[in-house]
C-alpha cells in the first residue's frame, strides 16, 4: 500500500497553492501507513471517510476510501452512524471552520462527549472559503468582507478550548504541513477515542497567510505534558485566533477513557465478531 493506491482520476478544483493539497497528501501518506504498518490484514476497506460541504469537502473526490460527501454541518452525526453499524471502521472525518464550528457546533460538542472511536480533521482557514470568504466563528475581529464590512467585531471561538470543556480525549492542532499532519494523524490512529485535528490552513484567496507557520511553535518540543489538562488549558490561552504572536501547536491534551463502542453490549458484540466490509455482500 503506496500513498499512489489512495489517489483518484478526478481532476483538482482547488486553486493552484491552496493548503488543502498539503492536508491531502499527509492523510493519504498516513493511511497508507497505518494500512502497511497497522493491524495486520487491515485493508483500504477499512477505512471510510466522511465530508462537509465546501472546499475541504473535494477530500472526498481526491482520496480513493468510500464514503459519505454529507450534508453540510453533518459529518459527526454521519461519522457516528457508520461508527454504530460497523464499529470496526476506522472512519476519518473532514471539516471546515464553517462546517465544523458553524453548521456543525451542536455535534461537535457532544462528538466529544460520546467520544466515539472516529478521527476527525478541521481545515480551519477561518472563512466559509467556497462561498467566497465569509467570517466564521473563528475569523479574526477586524477582518472585512462584503457581507461584514464594517469588520468582525466578535471575539473568535476558542475551539482548543471547546474540545478540552466538553471532554475530549485527544485534542491537537497543527499547521497545514504534512509533516506535522501526517505525524498527529499517526498518533490519532492509536488514541482508542474521539480524536479532534485542527489544522491551521491559511486560504489563499480569501484569508492569506499572515505569517502563520513562522509563529507556531511544537508543544512537543516545548516539553509540554499532554496529559495535565490544566497545562493543556494554559497553552490553549495562548492564541486566540486574531492575530497572535504564538501559536503552539501539537496534541494539548490525550487521555483515554471508555468509548461509545465500550458502553453498549450491542456494539461490542458487532466488535467481536469483526464484521468489516470484507464481510458484506456486495
Ligand atoms: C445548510 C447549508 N448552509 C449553507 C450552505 C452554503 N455553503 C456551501 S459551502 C459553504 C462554505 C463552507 O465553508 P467551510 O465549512 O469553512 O469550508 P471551506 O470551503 O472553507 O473549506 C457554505 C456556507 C450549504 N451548502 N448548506
Redo the contacts with the bound molecule.
Sequence with gaps: MTPQDLSTKNPSTWCPGCFNFQILAAVKNAVAKEIAEGKPGKTKDDFAIVT??????KMFDYVNLSGINT???RVLPTCLGMKVGNPNLNVIGF??????YA?GMEHLIHAARYNSDFKYVI?N?Q?????VG?P?PVTEIGFADKTTPLGVKLQPLNPIKLMLAAGAGFVARVFADIKQIEYVMQEAFKHKGFAFIEIIQP?IIFHPDAGFKEKTYSLEQAGHNKSDFDAAWKKADEFDYNIAKNIPCGIFYQKEKSTFEDLWPQLQQLKKKGIGWKDVKR
Design positions: 462537509g460541504i465546501g472546499c475541504h469537502a450534508l453540510h454541518g471539516s471546515g471552520d464553517g462546517d465544523a453548521e481545515h482557514n472563512v466559509f472559503a467556497l462561498t465569509e466564521t486560504c
